[in-house]
């Protein structure tokens, strides 16, 4: 899916799924849905209070009605194979969830088995990519793991991508990853989280610079960001600097976009992410915006469209 011009209605992400003639497709690269009650919600201190709730399809749905968002990417929360199963299941009964990006254990030989267990289910053809929250590991070097490298070895093995969720101290260990797996189609989530609050460039830009020579294969979402900055008075020229030093790595055909909801509640609505967004991209043109926020995603996650 080589093509850079955006998509339209009449092109299909799942059979019979039919779109209003003549608008854009517009695709939200990175949510959410999650039940406190199942564990899945460990991570959230008292400072994500206001979230932790169920969130669910019919909570999102106004919410992308509003922002003119016509389908979404799935993405885990934790490390949990029931989730995957779960979230498999939701977006076989979803109308507006185009993809799941779910966890395996990348550690187990038997991996490539599982796999094939997922993506051979009825719901099956809703798995699109696997990912493994990398930035909660002690050892900054766990991508390097040999289990590891085998597991995303089968990853690539099923056609499917694989998230980067990292950090400024695991950037070297992905690059590395990144390397050895030319066959892989990598998606770098939430520009690796640099510290905005802190306006920090540094060394975030610098490391982020080694993904440039492998844009062939790794694709970036320009998402969560504004909760890495200041979540009471972030402003969209906060952001600016970072997607413009991203843009500079991937150019507008490597990078998508992605709300992060329900995580972006604690510092903004969900139009006012994508909002945000839209400013910083202004000095692009129409087909470079309309890559960003559709055409990316359906190529980095092979989402399947036909005229």
């Known amino acids: 899916m080589g093509s850079d011009r955006p998509l339209v ?12 003639a003549g608008k854009q497709l517009v695709i939200d690269g990175h949510q959410h849905f999650w039940d406190p009650a199942d564990g899945s919600c460990g991570w959230m201190t008292e400072d994500y209070a206001a979230i932790r709730r169920v969130f669910s399809p019919d909570d999102l749905k106004p919410a992308l009605a509003a922002a003119g968002v016509d389908k979404t990417i799935l993405v885990q929360t934790w490390h949990s194979l029931d989730e995957t199963l779960a979230f498999q299941e939701t977006a076989s009964r979803t109308d507006f969830v185009a993809g799941v990006v779910g966890w395996v254990d990348l550690t187990d030989p038997a991996v490539g088995a599982t796999l094939s267990m997922l993506m051979a289910r009825p719901d099956g053809r809703t798995l699109v990519g696997i990912r493994h929250l990398v930035h909660n590991e002690a050892d900054p070097n766990w991508l390097l793991r040999e289990d590891v490298q085998h597991g995303l070895a089968a990853v690539a093995e099923a056609g499917l991508a694989y998230d980067l969720l ?28 640099p510290r ?29 960001m504004v909760t890495e900055a200041d979540w009471r008075h972030w402003k969209s020229q906060d952001l600016r600097p970072y997607v413009d030093a991203v843009l500079s790595i991937f150019g507008p055909s490597r990078c998508l976009f992605g709300s992060d909801w329900p995580v972006c509640l604690v510092a903004a609505d969900y139009q006012s992410v994508k909002r945000a967004l839209s400013d910083c991209l202004s000095g692009l043109t129409d087909e470079e915006r309309s890559q960003i926020f559709g055409a990316s995603a359906v190529e980095a996650y092979r989402l399947p469209i036909h005229s």
């Open 9 to 20: 209605a009449g092109e299909q992400l799942v059979a019979g799924e039919q779109l209003v």
């Open 196 to 224: 905005i609050a802190q306006h920090a460039m540094e060394p975030w830009a610098r490391l982020m610079q080694g993904f440039k020579a492998h844009r062939d294969h790794v694709w970036c979402k320009l998402s969560g």
């Open 166 to 193: 990292l950090k400024e101290p695991q950037i070297p260990a992905a690059l590395q990853t990144v390397e050895r797996h030319p066959n892989l189609r990598f998606v770098v989530d939430h520009i690796a989280k």
